[in-house]
């Protein structure tokens, strides 16, 4: 905040000082002056919020992986949903797993999270469930601000994510390159669409959720694969939610790991590998990730 707030300071001292000004703003009446810099002021406040939570760190990491990237428009229900898919580079055929992106649309982490996975020898397939929802029919990156994003995300018809997913499912179990085998893994609302996922979807193998809430104890049934849920110690809204769940489940007869992290934030996957995580958060991040990659592994 401290950067854009210094600049509109200056902007202000300018309009009180003409003298100060140069160029065609230093030639303009004080009132055309004025109304000239606040212009110029709500063009940078309408910026600010995309600048706040730009992951510069994550788009670095992306574009210099090696990794085949791509964008596949699948259709889905009578509309068609953009779907971010990654490679890896193996020699034999490859698990799938379909990544949930967080309340925040599909980021810049996001698709580094898929790559980071596919890094490991999984084809990753992410759709973007803000297909269509934006400004001129647009996703994740035509929303003028993060909040506008998590709004819409918000606003988002549960069985259209659904059915969003299912087509993604089904159009990376149709690759030649994979073997088969096919998992979920969500973050924060994400997190919440895959252990909902997993009661709507029979051939999943796993389904991994990061700090998403549970649905509920009567669609438990539906589920047939082992859910691992990874929660943080500071991050009481979600992991109350945990006990209740872990008896529903056991109820239920279904296979349920949750794992808390003491000392970690909601979001410690991605605040785990910014450049300012935290301790806890990084220990949270590392440990997690190396839990996932151990269950998948088994589908390899």
Not at 160 to 178: F, G, I, M, R
């Amino acid at each position: 905040m401290r950067v854009p707030r210094a600049r509109l300071i200056r902007l202000r001292s300018s309009s009180s000082n003409p003298a100060c000004a140069s160029g065609t703003l230093a030639r303009m009446p004080t009132p055309r002056l004025r109304a000239a810099l606040q212009a110029i002021a709500a063009t940078a406040l309408l910026a600010l919020p995309a600048a706040l939570h730009a992951q510069d760190w994550a788009k670095t990491r992306l574009e210099s992986s090696p990794r085949h990237h791509e964008y596949v428009t699948v259709p889905s229900g009578g509309r068609s949903v953009q779907v971010f898919v990654v490679y890896p580079e193996v020699e034999t055929k490859a698990p799938v797993v379909v990544l949930i992106h967080e309340i925040f649309g599909l980021s810049d982490w996001a698709r580094e999270m898929a790559d980071e996975l596919a890094a490991q020898g999984y084809i990753v397939v992410e759709p973007d469930l803000l297909s269509g929802a934006g400004p001129g029919g647009g996703g994740s990156s035509s929303f003028a601000s993060q909040d506008d994003t998590v709004k819409a995300v918000s606003m988002l018809d549960p069985a259209q994510v659904t059915a969003d997913l299912n087509a993604a499912a089904d159009y990376a179990e149709k690759l030649p390159s994979t073997n088969g085998h096919l998992a979920v893994a969500g973050f924060c609302w994400g997190g919440g669409k895959s252990f909902l996922f997993a009661t709507q979807r029979a051939d999943l193998r796993d389904a991994f959720v990061f700090y998403g809430p549970p649905p509920t104890d009567a669609a438990l049934a539906g589920i047939h694969a082992p859910v691992f849920g990874f929660y943080a110690g500071n991050d009481a809204r979600i992991a109350a939610t945990v006990p209740a769940t872990t008896t529903a489940m056991k109820a239920a007869h279904k296979h349920y790991q949750p794992t808390l992290y003491d000392g970690a934030g909601h979001g410690f996957m991605r605040l785990g590998e910014a450049p300012d995580a935290t301790p806890e958060n990084k220990k949270a991040r590392d440990q997690a990730f190396a839990s996932l990659l151990a269950e998948l592994k088994k589908l390899q």
